[in-house]
Every structure is written in structure tokens, then in C-alpha cells.
């Protein structure tokens, strides 16, 4: 029973990616080409910060950032606890 469950898991998870790749859009293909150039334009204004990436990264996009950052603290946390214990 475990292997035709791990199989179909494997097979969903196949079929996911292969319909994802048909649909991701093109490289540089925007569905609004002007958002790169409002933040190349206002980032200084809007944020105050003459760092572009940073401005985007922390004041456009915080809370994505602040996701990320929390994955990678929990995984982080796993990681040690799991190399951390002793086996007998």
C-alpha cells in the first residue's frame, strides 16, 4: 500500500511540474512591462534608499522577505536537531 501511495504522489507531483513548465511565461516577458521601470524610477523616492535591490527586497516585497526568512530559520532549526541527535 506504501508504494502505490509513494507512486502516485511521485506521479501528481510529475505531472504538476510538467504542466508548470508550459505555463510559466517567458523570460523578461512581464504581464506589465512597466514595473521594473517604477521601481528603477521611484524606489528612491517612495523608500528612501538609493540601493534599488534593497529597497525592493525589504520595503516593496517585506512580507515575502519576512516568509523566506522563516523558512529558512525553521529549516535551520530542523537541520540541527536532527544532526544534533545522538544515535544508540
Known amino acids: 500500500m506504501n508504494k502505490a501511495v509513494g507512486f502516485f504522489a511521485v506521479a501528481l507531483f ?22 521594473p521601470n517604477y521601481y528603477l524610477n521611484n ?3 517612495d523608500t ?12 516593496y516585497r517585506g512580507y515575502d522577505t519576512m516568509g523566506e526568512e522563516t523558512v529558512l ?3 535551520t532549526i530542523g537541520v540541527v536537531l536532527l544532526v544534533g541527535r545522538r544515535v544508540s
Do not use: K, Q
Open 43 to 45: 524606489a528612491l523616492v
Open 73 to 75: 530559520i525553521v529549516a
Open 14 to 35: 510529475a505531472v504538476f511540474v510538467g504542466i508548470s513548465i508550459f505555463l510559466i511565461p517567458g523570460y523578461g516577458s512581464y504581464p506589465n512591462p512597466n514595473v
Open 48 to 59: 528612501g534608499s538609493a540601493n534599488v535591490v534593497n529597497s525592493i527586497v525589504w520595503d
